[in-house]
């Protein structure tokens, strides 16, 4: 029976903190006891690599072009925490076809079980590679920033994602705030923004704090929770990982009956 949440992290606009988010929202999971795999899904500038300081040799375009196996490929970065690398500017990865899609699952299957979370780390926008990760997930988060642009690139997403396989459960998490209070604000135009037009209702998972501390760790290539596990921002991922957990126990029953990654009927 399945109990491993599978969570697309998602954005309109690039550069808002997503590689960032999934890596430090799963280190936090590692670091309260669960098992997780990052997935980098951004075939067309894969970094989940990059952000770690890790050189993998293998990554997920060859096991799915090449001669490797996707066991090969995974990269052990703590025990219990795995990152499934990309390779950049790899064409069939970034518009992904049916077939292809069809053969990661397949390669997928037998390792998904072992974790109890996947986390996939796509790239900006609506190229086809996202929407169909995007649809296979058992829950989606939407990072936004205040900043006007990201969210009218964020409804512009999820309006796409509610047309083409009615998607309505999205969860927003506003990055880069100076409080409570804007994250809530940016949430409540994009909230507004979907009830009036598009009749559904994101949620708001919650917000992440700008902090200094984040582009250092980048530098550094750590996350920011081993870098500076006290600063503000990765008290917010921990917060985060803990609303996480809660989420996932509700939908126990829910994921038992569907596969880790299956596509929206
Ligand atoms: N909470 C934050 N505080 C300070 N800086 C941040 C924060 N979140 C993100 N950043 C900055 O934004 C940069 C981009 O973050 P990241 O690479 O995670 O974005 P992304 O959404 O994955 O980008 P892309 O769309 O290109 O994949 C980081 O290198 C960091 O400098
Ligand atoms: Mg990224």
Redesign the pocket.
């Known amino acids: 029976m399945n109990s491993t949440l599978s969570v697309a ?1 998602l ?1 309109g ?11 430090n929202l799963a280190y936090a999971l590692y670091q309260a006891g669960f098992k997780a795999l990052l997935m980098d899904c ?1 075939m067309g ?1 894969a ?1 989940l690599d990059v ?1 770690l300081g890790i050189t993998p040799e293998g990554n997920i375009q060859n096991a799915l072009l090449g001669d490797r196996t996707l066991e090969e490929v995974l990269f052990p970065v703590e025990p219990g925490l795995d990152v499934l690398p990309a390779a950049s500017g790899v064409p069939e990865m970034n518009d992904l076809k049916p077939e292809l899609r069809d053969l990661l699952l397949e390669r997928l299957k037998p390792v998904l079980g072992r974790y109890d979370y996947l986390f996939m ?5 609506i190229s086809e590679t996202v929407q169909t990760f995007a649809a296979l997930a058992a829950t989606r988060i939407v ?1 936004i ?1 205040p900043e006007p642009t990201s969210l009218t690139d964020s409804y512009a997403l999820l309006k796409v994602l509610n047309n083409r396989f009615g998607l309505r459960d999205f969860m927003i998490l506003v ?3 100076t409080s409570a209070r804007e994250a809530q604000g940016a949430f409540e135009k994009l909230h507004g923004a979907c009830r009036h037009f598009l009749h559904f209702e994101p949620v708001l998972l919650g917000h ?8 250092e760790a ?1 530098c550094r290539q750590q996350s920011l929770l081993r870098y500076a596990p006290g600063c503000p ?1 990765a008290q ?1 991922f921990q917060a985060l990982a803990t609303r996480l957990q809660k989420i996932r126990l509700s939908m126990v029953d829910w994921l038992a009956q569907r596969e880790v990654l299956q596509l929206v009927q």
């Open positions: 992290i954005s606009k690039g550069g808002v903190g997503k590689t960032n988010i999934t890596l951004d500038l970094n952000l780390d796509l790239g900006a926008g990072i920033t990055n880069q705030t992440t704090r700008f902090d200094k501390k984040l582009p980048v921002a917010d």
